[in-house]
Nanobody, 115 residues
Framework: QVQLVEFGGGLVQPGGSLRLSCVAS????????MAWYRQPPGKQRELVAT???????YYASFVKGRFSIFRDNAKNTVYLQMNNLTPEDSAVYYC?????????WGQGTQVTVSS
């Protein structure tokens, strides 16, 4: 099972960009399908994007065209590039790694979009 640590959250103005990173350790990163989830204040956690072991991405409809997910297996890292951010994107963002037998979560990183 991988251990996951997220980086890159913070405060950004509407229309701005942020890049989140999630660094994995402890197991074979390349065997994990990776994903980003988010949990807005007072709401349930929701899927943002996934990337498979063969690099196929999937995006939730509310981030298509604005967010990009990509992975670097040599660095055991998955990224979420977020552009054209809006206040509705404010949330705690969580990294997830999944295999057939394991399901791992990071501790989350706060993203706040506000002027």
């Amino acid at each position: 099972q991988v251990q996951l640590v997220e980086f890159g959250g913070g405060l950004v103005q509407p229309g701005g960009s942020l890049r989140l990173s999630c660094v994995a350790s402890g197991s074979r990163f390349s065997s994990n399908s990776m994903a980003w989830y988010r949990q807005p204040p007072g709401k349930q956690r929701e899927l943002v994007a996934t990337i498979s072991t063969n690099y196929a991405p999937y995006y939730a409809s509310f981030v298509k065209g604005r967010f990009s997910i990509f992975r670097d297996n040599a660095k055991n890292t998955v990224y979420l590039q977020m552009n054209n951010l809006t206040p509705e994107d404010s949330a705690v963002y969580y990294c997830n790694g999944r295999t057939e037998t394991d399901n791992s979560w990071g501790q989350g990183t706060q993203v706040t979009v506000s002027s």
